[in-house]
């Protein structure tokens, strides 16, 4: 199977998993590897624009993200957009690992990519004007890869500007409701992350429930609409 644009003719090779839009892995003819995302056609805007400059703002930032290395064109049937394909594992796969090991005790491995989520996170919020912090939104913990020696963000067609407890209290539901949910070491898992957010931003983060509550609607609202469809 085969995509083809004004870059040429880009082989396909897997099929990422996501809701909102279709990514794939895919090849050149000189056998250079990169992530082809086509958004889907029910928005009125152009969503390769809105994410190709969420990127370039937050590599120009210092934030790890993966490179824009083309954007689609009006003339092209489907707006999409080319970017650098990040070798890794997500943390939600990692999640999945660790779960496998049991209950008792978050993993030193683990650990260290809690910290390193923590850290990656405190940075895009470090991004800020005077009404608050860059959001990324969709904090699903799919969109965050573990490249071997850190952290990479996936997925900015959500961002905004607004109060960084929004995607914590995303990321706490996430690392709270993932099987089995609601246990010691989840309550462990969520502790240990928001003690590496509050280092690396050097900030005090209060009344986290009340977003974890918020994401936990917003998720339930998204599983009824997806359940439409």
């Not at 009006?74 to 939600?92: A, F, M, N, Q, R």
């Amino acid at each position: 199977m085969a995509f083809h644009c004004q870059k040429g003719c880009l082989k396909i090779l897997e099929k990422f998993k996501s809701f909102k839009n279709q990514a794939y892995k895919v090849k050149t003819a000189s056998n250079n590897f990169y992530v082809l995302k086509i958004y889907n056609k029910d928005s009125k805007k152009s969503n390769s624009f809105v994410e190709a400059i969420n990127l370039k703002k937050l590599e120009f930032k210092g934030v790890k993200v993966p490179k824009v290395v083309y954007r689609s064109s009006p003339d092209d049937s489907e707006d999409y957009l080319l970017l650098e394909y990040v070798p890794g594992v997500t943390i939600s796969h990692l999640l999945e690992e660790q779960n496998g090991h049991g209950d008792h005790c978050i993993d030193i491995e683990f650990k260290k990519y809690l910290k390193d989520l923590g850290y990656w996170v405190a940075s895009l919020h470090g991004i800020q004007d005077n009404t608050g912090s860059f959001l990324k939104g969709d904090c699903n913990l799919r969109n965050f890869i573990w490249t071997g020696s850190e952290i990479c963000g996936l997925d900015f067609e959500e961002t905004k500007i607004g109060d960084p407890r929004e995607d914590l209290g995303e990321i706490c539901f996430f690392l709270l409701t993932n099987s089995p949910p609601l246990t010691s070491l989840r309550l462990e898992m969520v502790d240990w992350f928001l003690k590496s957010y509050e280092k690396s931003s050097e900030t005090k983060i209060r009344n986290i429930s009340d977003f974890i509550a918020k994401s936990a609607k917003e998720a339930y609202r998204r599983r009824q609409n997806f359940n439409r469809v």
